[in-house]
């Protein structure tokens, strides 16, 4: 059977100490996530790189032909902008993503966004704490500050900040290419699992994935919903 990655932590180790100076120096307003079917509480986002470099556009995905651009408060963060060059590839979102305390994001899955369909999104946390429950396929990941992870988010995942305080991670969705597997392939060993591929989404998850599309309400999510169900019944 086939076997995918589920995740790595790639060989870097990041200052926390100027990553959290670098994001204490910011100050523009906060914006909720898009997607208010996936969590409770507060979950909220500033675009480093977006949607032609609009600072009100934290959508990660290119579905309108508009390029995406680093946005103004990249220049005020010259350290990120360092590390995000250390990924020579393509950059799409590169946000920075603040779970705050007692907030929830509900489990779900990203379709295809992960390292066999060469794209992969790279978690660096900037602020964390012991009491955050972050599970990844029923696994608990603990990821400290300045580590730098990919995950496969393909697969169901989850988190509760049960802490008193935020929970703020550097997220970059990047298109995977040569040089950038050869970074994949100096992640620790030991910090490295892969694991047998599972079916396509049951009935059970298509169906729960599609009132997920309803309650959004959007004509994208709307048409999708269509599409998925009259998958069902084909």
Same mark, same amino acid.
């Given at each position: ?60 995905? %290119? ?12 220049? &005020?963060?010259? #350290? =990120? @902008? ?94 995977? %290419? ?12 030991? &910090?490295?699992? #892969? =694991? @047998? ?38």
């Amino acid at each position: 059977m086939k076997t995918i990655l589920k995740y790595a932590q790639l060989p870097f180790q990041f200052s926390e100490k100027i990553l959290v100076d670098e994001l204490n120096s910011l100050d523009e307003q906060w914006m909720l996530h898009y997607n208010k079917a996936h969590y409770e509480g507060d979950w909220c986002a500033l675009p480093l790189r977006s949607l032609g470099g609009k600072i009100d556009n934290v959508l990660p995905e %290119n579905k309108y032909g508009i390029a995406f651009m680093d946005s103004p408060l990249m220049d &005020k963060c010259p #350290y =990120i @902008k360092s590390i995000t060059q250390i990924f020579p590839c393509q950059h799409n979102a590169i946000r920075l993503l603040n779970l705050k305390a007692g907030a929830i994001i509900k489990e779900h899955r990203d379709a295809d966004l992960n390292y066999e369909n060469n794209e992969a999104r790279i978690h660096i946390p900037i602020t964390t704490n012991p009491n955050v429950e972050f599970y990844l396929d029923n696994e608990r990941m603990t990821v400290l500050p300045g580590e730098c992870w990919y995950m496969n988010f393909n697969l169901p995942h989850r988190i509760t900040n049960a802490g008193s305080t935020d929970r703020v991670h550097l997220v970059m969705d990047i298109i995977l %290419n040569d040089a950038v597997r050869e970074l994949f392939s100096k992640s620790d060993p030991e &910090k490295t699992k #892969y =694991i @047998k591929a599972k079916p396509a989404f049951d009935v059970a998850t298509r169906k729960e994935i599609i009132k997920m599309l309803i309650a959004q309400n959007t004509t994208v999510s709307l048409q999708l919903a269509k599409e998925m169900e009259a998958e069902l019944y084909e």
